[in-house]
């Protein structure tokens, strides 16, 4: 039976005060007391781990970056999330428009706006990094919080909020107060980590620097809250992240009877009991970030092997500068999960064959097999590099898909 106890803080969506327990340590093995609404099923930080405020002014970015500015590899791996991110929001960005940033880091999503020809305002908590913005790129960024800077009503076509609704310790009125600041026919991208989520290890599921973590049901329904109505939405193709895009709502929900969600509490519980460590080592998941890491690093690297930083590391990746309407879109995501399997699938019938010696018709030595395979293997690799090399749009594709293809030549020892 799962034991109800009462909240220090209330529910921040529908304002009760009764919770039960998902977690009691952070991802760094620390104690962090993480409970879920038995109302609506929001969960959050309970008590809050630090104070907001002066944690991200000054200890966010040293605790979680190492430094108070961003260094060539963060700002080359944030200009990569910024061209994904293009992608998600492109919808919404079509002739020049009126953009806030809310959260803007670096700045480098910001700047690539700014390229393409967008009126781009950030704002940052991070003294050092809103400094590293406006230096770098030449950007307006507001140093403060988004309650701070005094955003003029009804003044942005676009706002986008990345990764930073979970990080504070009101997001309704955050919602409500961007809310107020877009224009009628404006629209609202929030993107936050999904507390349904299974790609990561269930310990890293709770850490520190994320207050609250939303469902697509807590986000929706808090949005509803600050007069915001959801006009679309997807998952990460990993199911980590929920992007929703708001557009200003007629009438707003108020009322706490109305925003409670019934069986949301138990689908969130439940699915967070179930991600357990067995789980998680037997899925994909695992293995696919390990792949993904190993790409990134090996891609990172090569791209850094100039020892070129900064602004020269974004123009050299971003689209031209030019109208935003005839700007396309990055396209960096790519599902190749399909084809990935069945050339795994082909590498060990292939072992069988050369190697084990299941047909009769084809006997192979130890030695002749193994030659044999690695052969096969370096032709079909050969002819894709051949056949699609010049269709990837960088070194950085050739590089993930070298990074996907070693492990077909380990195929005879793992089988």
Known sequence: MTLVELAALPCNLCGTDTVTVLSTRSRSGQPLRSVACTGCGLVWSDPRPHEARKFYEHDYRLAYKGTYRPRARHVLRAGRVALDRLEKCA????????????????????????????????????????????EEYGLDVRVGFVGDVGLPAESFDVITIWHVLEHTEDPGAVLGQLRAALRPEGRLV????????????????????????????????????????????????????ITMIFAPAAACTDGAP????????????????????????????????????????????????RGTTGKALLDAMYPPQGDPATSPPAGTRQHTWGWLLAAYALAVAAEEVLLDNVVPAMQFGPSEGLAAYLGLQALVIGTLFLAFGRKMQSRRQLIAAGAWAMPLLAVPAIC
């Open 190 to 241: 929030v993107e936050v980590p999904n507390v349904e989520a299974t790609c990561q290890s269930p310990r890293s599921s709770f850490h520190e620097a994320h207050l609250y973590t939303f469902c697509a049901a807590t986000l929706a329904r808090l949005g509803a809250k600050a007069g915001l109505e959801q006009v679309a939405f997807e998952r990460s193709a990993d199911g980590g992240n």
């Open 258 to 305: 109305a925003l409670r969600i019934p069986g949301n509490h138990a689908q969130v519980a439940a699915v967070v009991k179930a991600h357990t460590s067995w789980s998680h080592a037997l899925s994909a998941h695992p293995w696919r970030r390990a792949a993904d890491r190993l790409t990134r690093w090996m891609s990172e690297t090569w791209a850094l092997r």
């Open 91 to 134: 919808r919404v960005l079509g002739p020049a428009r009126r953009v806030l940033d809310v959260g803007s880091g670096g700045g480098e999503f910001a700047y690539l706006l700014k390229r393409l020809g967008h009126d781009v305002t950030g704002v940052e908590p991070n003294r050092g990094y809103a400094e590293h913005s406006r």
